[in-house]
């Protein structure tokens, strides 16, 4: 059973447009939400992350939307460009400020393309 | 500050063979976490040590084990090698964030071909 579900699984954006991926969970255990970049030949890199209390962060291009009601949160790049070409993961943890890491949970992945 | 370093980063084995995967965290991370990443099941965890202690174990079979050695690298073992274990095995290090909750970083990945 996936605990994270992510969507779409491809998504091809023009240079300078707004990219926007969605996930969805059901634990509401889960206490902590990063966005993983990677490219090909690489491991996952830590985009950004949020805290259920909180309902937006902004990095940069890079966005969080969060809705706790919903069990949903949402990445979205702004004035997306070629380099952002990537695989984008959301993921969930609980007890994240535990002693501990504890399990990432990930969604299935996104496979951006930005064409010039 | 150097990343979290996997060797080796290519491996190609027969089934029925063994294999050591290693892992450095980043310098003063005490958590090492351990994804088989692979097309068809995505990013799955398989276990988290902290303190040369398993914390966390996923749901794979016996064949995968680890440990953690007192400076915090840790190496993952593979027995038995069955041609559904060729992926690519992820190891993360932790470090407590700004917000407080630990965040994980990734090394590049061993690439393990089981022929």
């Known amino acids: 059973q996936q605990q994270v579900k992510q969507s779409p699984q491809s998504l091809i954006v023009q240079k300078g447009g707004i990219s926007i991926i969605n996930c969805a969970y059901e634990?509401?255990?889960?206490?902590?939400f990063p966005w993983y970049q990677q490219f090909p030949g690489k491991g996952p890199a830590l985009l950004i992350a949020?805290?259920?209390?909180?309902s937006e962060k902004k990095e940069g291009r890079f966005t969080i939307s969060f809705n706790k009601s919903a069990k949903q949160f949402s990445l979205h790049i702004m004035d997306s460009q070629p380099g952002d070409s990537a695989t984008y993961f959301c993921?969930?943890?609980?007890?994240?400020?535990?002693?501990?890491?504890?399990?990432?949970?990930f969604g299935r992945g996104t496979q951006l393309t930005v064409w010039p | 500050k150097a990343g979290v370093t996997q060797t080796p980063r290519y491996l190609i084995k027969t089934r029925g063979q063994q294999v050591t995967l290693s892992c450095s965290p980043i310098?003063?991370?005490?958590?090492v976490s351990w994804y088989q990443q692979t097309p068809g099941q995505g990013l799955q965890f398989l276990f988290e040590?902290?303190?040369?202690?398993?914390?966390n174990k996923g749901n794979f079979p016996g064949r995968f084990s680890g440990r953690q050695f007192s400076n915090s690298r840790s190496e993952m073992n593979v027995s038995t090698l069955e041609l559904g274990d060729s992926a690519l095995y992820l190891c993360?290090?932790?470090?407590?964030?700004?917000?407080?909750?630990?965040?994980?970083?990734f090394g590049p990945g061993t690439r393990l071909t089981v022929t």
């Open positions: 634990n509401t255990a889960f206490d902590y």
């Open positions: 949020i805290r259920p209390d909180v």
């Open positions: 040590y902290f303190s040369e202690t398993q914390r």
């Open positions: 993360a290090s932790s470090r407590r964030g700004s917000g407080g909750a630990y965040e994980q970083y």
């Open positions: 993921a969930a943890i609980s007890g994240a400020r535990g002693s501990t890491l504890g399990r990432l949970y």
């Open positions: 310098s003063g991370h005490r958590s």
